[in-house]
């Protein structure tokens, strides 16, 4: 049974705001008008210290806990918890893997995502677990269970490494295999079958990589501002092939569009199977 990997950024694709504007931020003294401010001193700060966007947000998120409650991963777990969703996302994994399975593919699902991988950990599908891997930015835990430092910072430009990883099948972000020439046909996942789908210009590299080796990129809006600037410059700058609202129910435009492409991938797998088993015959006479 052919794999389809359905990789997919998480704030703003998943859930209609930064997943540390819901709640985390809030405790820290912010006020709901003042997210805006957290984020403009994280990017004052990267700037000032010629540091990473991501490395600067998650110092800044313990720095600003102090004196009020210690950062560990069972606290920024239950504020993943807490974190809203897009229409029909609590349902949309299991459903999807279900209609590839009816239909002769199997999905895996993957984020890749420049988030905190502990907050996603924390919702429901996680938790069920509805992800085959969750690449995102992480912290490292003492022996009291305590943020102390980064374990793993995702930007714009490294998300493509775990696209990579995804093809070989070396999901172990220490896995130097990630870099062995493995041939085409011997890939687990070639680009063709990859889904990536994302809502803004931090998803382009990944959009990019996988649209131009056939593989299938969807840019998301949000449903109720139905904003689709973004989603018009991606595709005028071909790093997508189809748009739809961020409405994940059955049904949807968005629901429909990625059934038709696991209908393509069933019947086009059963082409390339017939050619690499043709190709192997040859090369052995």
């Not at 990789?7 to 819901?22: H, I």
């Not at 029909?88 to 988030?115: D, M, P």
């Not at 714009?156 to 220490?174: E, P, S, V």
């Not at 056939?214 to 018009?232: A, M, Q, R, T």
Request: charged content about 25%; overall charge negative.
């Amino acid at each position: 049974m052919p794999v389809l990997a359905m990789c997919y950024d998480f704030d703003k694709t998943l859930t209609p705001d930064d997943m540390q504007a819901q709640g985390f931020i809030q405790s820290v003294g912010y006020s709901e008008d003042e997210i805006k401010q957290f984020w403009q001193e994280s990017n004052q700060l990267a700037k000032d210290h010629d540091m990473d966007n991501n490395l600067a947000y998650m110092y800044k998120m313990i720095q600003e806990a102090v004196g009020r409650f210690y950062v560990t991963k069972d606290k920024l777990m239950e504020y993943g918890n807490q974190v809203s969703l897009y229409n029909g996302v609590r349902t949309w994994f299991e459903r999807i893997r279900q209609y590839g399975l009816n239909h002769g593919v199997q999905i895996e699902h993957y984020i890749i995502s420049s988030g905190l991988k502990e907050m996603i950990e924390g919702t429901d599908m996680a938790k069920e677990g509805a992800f085959t891997k969750i690449y995102a930015s992480a912290f490292m835990f003492d022996d009291k269970g305590v943020a102390v430092w980064p374990a793993q910072a995702i930007n714009y430009t490294n998300k493509t490494q775990f696209l990579f990883r995804i093809q070989k099948g070396i999901l172990d972000i220490n896995d130097l295999g990630v870099n062995d020439y493995i041939k085409p046909e011997d890939q687990r996942v070639p680009f063709r079958n990859m889904i990536y789908i994302g809502d803004s210009d931090t998803d382009i590299p990944c959009m990019s990589l996988v649209n131009a080796n056939d593989g299938h990129s969807i840019g998301v809006y949000d449903p109720e501002l139905n904003n689709k600037e973004k989603v018009y410059k991606m595709m005028q700058h071909h790093r997508i092939r189809y748009y739809a609202p961020a409405d994940y129910s059955d049904g949807s435009k968005l629901d429909t569009l990625v059934k038709r492409i696991i209908d393509k991938t069933a019947a086009y797998e059963i082409l390339e199977r017939t050619y690499v088993a043709d190709k192997h015959e040859a090369e052995r006479r």
